[in-house]
């Protein structure tokens, strides 16, 4: 009988020499779990690191070394409209935050190699967020939803302007002030988060960006994650695995890590964060950080149940690793989601709203 598919592509990036007796049904499970995860570029960039990548199959070696070309293409899209926005909000005379993907190429991470970036996510103070989004429409940028309601719902309740997008280029940029919504009753100091930030250099910019410290970037991804609809679920965690490698051997990170996340009160998806990492990629975590992260997830309410239903995402959306059941769970994950960043009173009509009006106001 043939082994199961389904793991096969967290298997592969936490073991690269798991693929050595690997078939064409093997591979073929593996390109389209990482294709559909938006990890395809990561999982070249792993086996050839581990020294596997030569001894791959052409077939497969075609569609690694595609990856990883498009990857670098990718990359200098990115520095090259860095270099535009650094120019744009030169002017603030603010730190300017780069979170998520940008963050980790900038900083030179590891989680910031060989990945694609669908936007750019930037923070700013929320004193000079106007300011921010009038120097960004100057150079070319315009509000991608127009509609009053959505203009409401983000500038009113959300951690993050509407996105918007450069009238040419197409690129989009999501602008925050904070890294959760302040609708989530969660409010982290977004002040101290940019006080602790750390400057990065951008080629041919203005000395304006900055990313956030190890312990926070750590906890603005465990946030991103697990508040969110899980999507990307393994992609997302990947990143997180990477970053906790990174970090590990940096002097105080692990004794600083749940102290902050619980001052940030943000604790609950950092603890989420770490256990599913060790679980899924086996994530090396201090005994005494694992068995906190253990006594206080087992102390919450439905911690099994939520378990069982965080686990469902960590499959690719590919037909070698979903099933109907996975895809129920990920509907209840949504509504999760949702009810996680917003309270009933505003959630029911928010739901509502997005039933039955279209993005341009009309009724469906």
Not at 67 to 76: E, K, Y
Not at 266 to 271: A, G, H
Not at 295 to 309: C, E, F, K, V, Y
Request: proline share 6%; glycine share 4%; aromatic share 8%.
């Amino acid at each position: 009988m043939s082994r199961q598919t389904d793991t096969h592509l967290a298997r592969a990036l936490a073991t690269p020499e798991f693929t050595e007796r690997f078939d064409a049904r093997d591979w073929e499970a593996l390109i389209g779990q990482a294709r559909t995860s938006d990890l395809l570029g990561q999982l070249a960039e792993r086996l050839r690191d581990a020294g596997r990548l030569e001894s791959t199959p052409s077939q497969v070696r075609f569609h690694l070394d595609a990856a990883l070309r498009i990857a670098a293409l990718h990359r200098d899209s990115l520095l090259q409209e860095l270099a535009v926005i650094g120019d744009a909000l030169q002017s603030l005379d603010q730190p300017v935050l780069l979170l998520k993907g940008a963050a980790y190429a900038v900083a030179g991470l590891r989680a910031g190699r060989s990945r694609l970036f669908n936007d750019i996510d930037l923070m700013v103070a929320k004193e000079v967020i106007d300011r921010a989004e009038g120097a960004l429409f100057r150079s070319g940028w315009r509000p991608t939803h127009l509609n009053s309601y959505d203009q409401r719902y983000y500038r009113e309740w959300m951690h993050e302007l509407p996105p918007i997008e450069h009238m040419t280029r197409g690129t989009v940029i999501d602008l925050h002030h904070t890294i959760v919504p302040p609708t989530s009753g969660h409010i982290p100091d977004a002040a101290q988060l940019i006080a602790d930030a750390r400057p990065v250099v951008v080629p041919h910019c203005a000395d304006v960006f900055h990313v956030l410290s190890p312990v926070d970037m750590v906890m603005h991804s465990a946030c991103h994650l697990f508040f969110g609809e899980l999507q990307k679920g393994l992609r997302d965690l990947y990143d997180l695995h990477c970053l906790l490698v990174e970090f590990s051997p940096e002097a105080g990170f692990w004794a600083a890590l749940l102290p902050r996340a619980r001052a940030q009160q943000l604790e609950y998806p950092v603890l989420l964060a770490l256990r599913f990492a060790q679980r899924i990629f086996g994530t090396d975590i201090p005994d005494a950080v694992a068995t906190e992260c253990r006594t206080r997830l087992a102390a919450r309410p439905a911690g099994a149940l939520t378990d069982h239903l965080i686990d469902a995402s960590m499959y690719p959306l590919h037909p070698s690793s979903d099933s109907p059941w996975r895809r129920a769970r990920r509907q209840i994950l949504y509504a999760r989601s949702h009810w996680l960043r917003m309270p009933l009173h505003l959630l029911i009509p928010h739901l509502a709203y997005k039933a039955f009006i279209h993005d341009d106001g009309k009724a469906a």
